[in-house]
């Protein structure tokens, strides 16, 4: 019950969408940084300045593409989860369509 400890709805909707984001911006970038390295010319300073740019352009892309998936989650399961929680199993059953 931790979980449900946090702060108010709004809140934890924006935390939890700002820690998806910076989880894809790093997962993107480490990515992006391989594949940078390999596609760049050869030499040690063209593959590094070559994997510094992927990283520049697409990290931020592909942050905001795990946020964009994970924003409709957070909204409904966060928003929603605790309200059934308190409810009775009655009043689950008139929400329901």
């Known amino acids: 019950m931790e979980e449900y400890a946090r ?3 709004p809140w934890r909707i ?3 969408c700002g820690g998806a984001f910076t989880m894809g911006a790093i997962g ?3 990515f992006q940084a391989v594949k940078g ?4 010319p050869a030499g040690v300073g063209h593959r590094l300045k070559g994997s510094a740019k992927a990283v520049r352009v697409r990290a931020p892309q592909i942050g905001v593409l ?3 998936v994970s924003a409709p989650q957070c909204l409904s399961t966060l ?3 605790p309200s059934r ?3 009775s199993p009655a009043e689950i ?3 329901q369509p």
């Open 7 to 9: 702060e108010p709805c």
């Open 14 to 16: 924006v935390d939890d």
């Open 28 to 30: 993107g970038g480490v």
């Open 37 to 40: 390295f390999r596609n760049a």
């Open 66 to 68: 795990v946020f964009l």
């Open 79 to 81: 928003c929603s989860l």
């Open 85 to 87: 929680l308190h409810a």
């Open 93 to 95: 059953a008139k929400r």
